[in-house]
């Protein structure tokens, strides 16, 4: 299989997705003629043309707004957020108007807009830049929310995302951009709401989904050399729909779980998960869920301590030492 | 137009056209007396609906809030009544003249507002969320000036499907200031959208009024955005009519947007739950009542047309008084929606299960 990178893997999706259904258009700022912010778009314009892939100003509320206008009109448009941080002032569209239609309608509308861009820290931009809002944004029904890890994943995915009828928000990563993953050529799918075991193992349980796979893969493998640990890492790759199902059976087989996710603590998509996991695998477990986090505090700009507020492999090692302690 | 803190303060940029003017107008002068008949209903009807509804709002069978279109009706019929097939319509939160005026039948609006499975969203939206998109309906909004963006979008929508067709995103006079319907005229103006933004003025954004909200005129925010605009009287529904045909053409044919600020009044307050004696004068409203009732104004123009008799008149307004109660009885006489379904029509997925893609939980308890 070929290797390419998270960047390309989502641009091809887009692509492929574009030459599939008319009604697929891209926009957002700077994805046509700057070819993307972080390059994402690069070559879009040139092949589907400007009414495909539409620059748009930098204006959230009003041109997410009416991305979700058209999608209601069966338009679907992926709406590209330079950042997902930026999500905050077009709240209202986003969560009002795309999570809240269908119901408030009694099922007449439906809003298949895809919203998609880069939600993460470790790029010291500081705290209004290094939002991650998949826990704000998946506490709304109606909404569905993916963050891929993988290239092979956020394509699939994607491509998924855009064929849904519902409204679907895509959380990728900045840092994962440029990470290359295997992908085949032919096409595929991968559905949402299915996790993906992404390490076998029978001592702990990582459940965790993003960067945060990659932090747990590198920390897993000096667990099993230098304690010979065997770690299970379970990347939920969507958190609305969630596939618990996964996360409870990786449980029942190691019997301690530890929760990697960069997400502040309050709150977060943890939280959730802590509570279904000890509810629904109480005797499964051997001890108490542990849990860590992005350090509560706003995104500290300071470069080399950015990284020990983030989950980081050291982190995620300490952490895991202590769940099967 | 400019701030109004009196019923008599109105000014005009220009001198207004007399109103026979208006009803020379190609759009008015075309309408057969069957038309005219139906425009004049049309306004019976959303009148008796809402003070039927608001009599079972007192009497408790109403939750929430309840926005009230009476005094202005004109305007939703007179805009409404110019839409072809590739029209599209979208609205704030008070919204029942609307529903009414693109033709939905009244039982299920009555019945959402009593909460029932029968209602027009399944007792699921409300007063303020009425939607008929085999209508080109598109709701009924809560937020101030949240549904501007997505009227752009239809708008989008419309052009980008090849089709000739515009979109009416109606706000009311406290929307002016949201940044959201800034950034849906800049959108709209910069990308040639067929949409006309029509602002109904009723002089007050709840008890604040436009001269305590608003800076400067509010049509002619417009013209920053390099965008047409136009003012017109919306207690005639002729002048209404030929105002909105001039800028619903503009879209249709040339793909360019517009702002229509029609000067209009609401006799009722905010919502229902509005005390309504802190920002205005009875007189006021008791003048308007009088002088620029968009029915009586109609209705005496038909008179002198000599299209509608005294006793068609009582006719209709006898009908519509009938109807509005059939719609109380058939509101009360259905069923509330369960529990279960409390958990429908929140994913087209989960309402489809046969056609589901996806996996894993999507509900949480």
């Known amino acids: 299989m070929p290797l390419i990178t998270y960047r390309e893997a989502v641009r091809h999706a887009l692509a492929e997705e574009l030459e599939r259904d008319k009604n697929v258009v891209v926009m957002g700022e700077e994805v046509a003629q700057f070819n993307g912010a972080y390059k994402v778009t690069e070559g879009l314009l040139a092949k589907f043309g400007p009414d495909r892939i539409v620059d748009t100003p930098i204006s959230e509320a009003g041109f997410i707004g009416m991305g979700i206008g ?73 909404v569905k929310v993916v963050v891929p890890a993988t290239a092979y994943d956020a394509k699939g995915l994607l491509k998924s995302a855009i064929r849904d009828n519902d409204p679907v928000f895509f959380l990728e990563n900045t840092m994962l951009y440029g990470e290359k993953g295997e992908v ?63 996360v409870l059976a990786s449980v029942a087989k190691t019997h301690r779980v530890l929760i990697v996710e960069e997400q502040k603590p309050f709150a977060s998509v943890g939280s959730q998960l802590a509570y279904m996991i000890q509810r629904e695998a109480f005797d499964e477990l051997d001890g108490p869920i542990h849990r860590l986090a992005t350090v509560d505090a706003p995104a500290i700009y300071s470069p080399p301590v950015e990284i020990e507020q983030l989950p980081n492999p050291q982190r995620v090692l300490k952490a895991a030492l202590e769940a099967v302690g | ?32 007396r069957e038309a005219k008949i139906e425009l004049h209903r049309k306004m019976v009807r959303i009148r008796r609906f809402e003070e039927r509804s608001l009599r079972s709002y007192q009497a408790k069978k109403i939750g929430g809030f309840l926005h009230l279109y009476i005094g202005q009706e004109a305007v939703a019929v007179g805009c409404c009544s110019l839409m072809g097939p ?22 299920p609006l009555m019945a959402e507002l009593y909460g029932k499975a029968t209602g027009c969203s399944k007792g699921k939206g409300g007063s ?12 009924g909004h809560g937020i101030v000036g949240g549904q501007i963006p997505l009227g752009t979008g239809l708008a989008y929508g419309i052009k980008y499907k090849g089709l000739k067709g515009a979109a009416m995103a109606f706000m009311g006079d406290g929307a002016v ?13 910069l990308w040639n959208l067929p949409v006309v933004f029509v602002i109904e003025n009723n002089g007050y954004s709840m008890g604040t009024s436009q001269a305590r909200s608003s800076a400067g005129e509010l049509a002619q925010r417009a013209a920053g955005y390099d965008m ?52 205005r004068s009875k007189q006021e409203i008791e003048e308007y009542r009088k002088t620029k009732d968009p029915i009586q104004v109609f209705q005496q123009k038909l008179l002198t047309e ?12 006898a009908e519509a008084r009938a109807e509005a109660d059939n719609t109380a009885d058939f509101a009360e006489a259905s069923p509330f929606p369960t529990p279960d379904d409390i958990q429908k029509d929140v994913y087209w997925e989960s309402d489809n299960p046969a056609e589901r893609k996806s996996q894993g939980r999507l509900f949480f308890d």
Request: contains cysteine; proline residues 5%.
């Open chain 2, 177 to 189: 200031n949201q940044g959201a319907v800034h950034e849906a005229y800049n959108l709209a103006s």
């Open chain 2, 1 to 32: 137009m400019s701030k109004k803190t009196t019923a008599t303060a109105d000014k005009k940029a220009a001198p207004a056209p007399s109103v026979s003017d208006f009803a020379q107008a190609p759009i008015n002068a075309g309408l057969s």
């Open chain 2, 306 to 317: 000599g299209v509608l008799t005294e006793a068609l008149i009582e006719q209709i307004d």
């Open chain 2, 128 to 139: 303020m969320h009425y939607f008929d998109p085999t209508r080109n309906f598109w709701g």
């Open chain 2, 228 to 279: 047409e605009w136009g003012q017109c009287n919306g207690h005639d529904v002729y002048e209404v009519r030929a105002t909105m045909d001039k800028f619903l053409t503009l879209a249709r044919e040339k793909n360019r947007p517009s702002t229509v600020e029609i000067d209009t009044y609401r006799y009722r307050g905010h919502s229902v739950a509005d005390p309504d004696n802190t920002y």
């Open chain 1, 184 to 246: 085949p050529t032919e096409e595929y799918v991968i559905p949402l709401g299915k996790a993906d075991v992404k390490r076998e193992g029978s001592d702990l349980t990582i459940v965790t989904y993003g960067r945060c796979v990659h932090h747990s893969l590198a920390a897993a493998a000096i667990l099993e050399k230098e304690h010979d640990i065997s770690v299970e890492i379970v990347d939920l790759r969507t958190i609305r729909p969630l596939d618990i199902d996964t």
């Open chain 1, 70 to 142: 058209a999608s209601m009109l069966g338009v679907r448009p992926v709406m590209e957020l330079m950042f997902w941080s930026f999500y905050s002032v077009a709240f209202d569209q986003i969560l009002n108007n795309a999570a809240n239609v269908r119901y408030m309608s009694g099922g007449q509308i439906n809003c298949p807009i895809v919203i998609r861009g880069p939600a993460n820290g470790g790029t010291n931009v500081g705290a209004t830049h290094s939002h991650t809002p998949e826990n704000v944004l998946a506490n709304h029904p109606g």
């Open chain 2, 86 to 107: 590739n029209d599209h319509v979208i609205t704030a939160y008070r919204d029942h003249g609307h529903a009414i005026a693109v033709g939905m039948d009244t039982k």
